[in-house]
């Protein structure tokens, strides 16, 4: 049963930095599968915040090239989000995915978010 938790959200200054991270089990991390990092704030869609893929390629959403970096620890099950120079529209809940991709279909899961807070 795959499983995925998130942690390290809180409130934090404009400038700031946080480091969320996902602990997760339940399978193994290859090259037919995606892990990720998606926001949603209050009253918007969720959005795609950075990837990593079974291969190890990232992908960024535009606004946070240069200030968030997506990693992961494969011996610790871990996936980690460095947030650096937050913003208040960096505000949101945030949610660890993970996809796997079988014989072209998908199944998603999701944790149950973290939420930062970044004031101005």
């Known amino acids: 049963q795959v499983q995925l938790v998130e942690s390290g959200g809180g409130l934090v200054q404009a400038g700031g930095s946080l480091r969320l991270s996902c602990a997760h089990s339940g399978f193994i991390f290859s090259a037919n599968s995606a892990i990720s990092w998606y926001r949603q704030a209050p009253g918007k869609q969720r959005e795609l915040v950075a990837a990593i893929t079974g291969g190890g390629s990232t992908n960024y959403f535009a606004s946070v090239k240069g200030r968030f970096t997506i990693s992961r620890d494969n011996a610790k099950n871990m996936l980690y989000l460095q947030m650096n120079n937050l913003k208040p529209e960096d505000t949101a809940t945030y949610y660890c995915?993970?996809?796997?991709?079988?014989?072209?279909?998908?199944?998603?899961?999701w944790g149950k978010g973290t939420l930062v807070t970044v004031s101005s």
């Open positions: 995915n993970l996809r796997i991709v079988i014989s072209g279909q998908a199944s998603d899961y």
